[in-house]
């Protein structure tokens, strides 16, 4: 049996709601949300996605292999009819989950990503990441200065560097797995099949900065999720969820309750 996914559990007892964080996330960046939703008496299992965070890394790196870590994971648990939110290429996963194994997952929750194919676009920050030689241990605000060379924005350097961690007593490095995503940078952006269907209550949050979801993404949310609602929220990108951390609680809360 394959080594099991690592996951941060909030609350015990509840309904189940799994938590899948976007390209070079972890589970870390959603434990606000895990507590606050725990609190409303779910249990809340915040994962890391193979090749990040905590959890194995593994030159198998696709769509596939991630949705069968987290059935794996599911089973583990005897889990089944649980809450699926993803962000981003977590989003993408349980799109490809709720799919593929409908009867395992009760509500779909998608935040800032559409079914749809999108071309790579995280050359800058791949190119920024590789700049950085960890032979010469740098230190954190070094390695901040590298990456600001490339990545002007605060906010994305910040998450970014959830990731580093002492991987000796004086040598940082990232967890997640960089030579994977050298090799494969197409991985994340592969859209779901044509047939694909989920037809249970799904909800799609949309940042209002973001040009993730499109205007023309809605007919391709319709096909796939026809029992989909989008909601916005206004005056935040694609990191919705920590730019307003109330508001989004909120919109998943009220989707739950209907």
């Known amino acids: 049996m394959k080594e099991l996914l690592y996951s941060k559990i909030e609350g015990e007892g509840g309904i189940p709601i799994i938590v899948l964080h976007g ?134 350097r910040q998450f970014l560097s959830k990731s580093l961690y002492w991987k000796e007593p004086d040598q940082l490095a990232f967890r997640f797995n960089l030579s994977v995503f050298n090799k494969n940078e197409e991985v994340v952006g592969v859209g779901l099949n044509e047939e694909a269907l989920y037809e249970k209550p799904t909800l799609f949050i949309k940042g209002g900065n973001s040009n993730y979801i499109q205007e023309k993404d809605e007919l391709i949310i319709k096909k796939h999720f026809p029992l989909s609602i989008i909601d916005i929220i206004p005056n935040a990108g694609h990191w919705l969820h920590a730019e307003n951390p109330q508001l989004f609680l909120d919109l998943v809360v009220q989707f739950l309750k209907k």
Not at 56 to 66: A, G, I, L, Q, V
């Open 23 to 156: 390209y070079f996330g972890m589970s870390d960046n959603w434990n606000s949300f895990g507590k606050s939703i725990a609190a409303l008496g779910y249990e809340a299992h915040l994962l890391d996605l193979r090749n990040h965070g905590r959890s194995f890394h593994s030159d198998d790196w696709s769509y596939d292999f991630m949705v069968q870590d987290v059935v794996q994971y599911m089973d583990h648990y005897n889990m089944c009819d649980a809450i699926v939110l993803g962000h981003s290429m977590g989003g993408k996963v349980a799109m490809k989950l709720a799919t593929q194994y409908p009867s395992k997952v009760d509500r779909l929750i998608i935040a800032d990503i559409s079914p749809r194919a999108y071309k790579p676009h995280h050359q800058d920050i791949i190119g920024a990441l590789n700049a950085i030689d960890f032979s010469t241990k740098p230190s954190r605000k070094e390695i901040d200065e590298i990456l600001s060379q490339s990545i002007p924005d605060f906010g994305t």
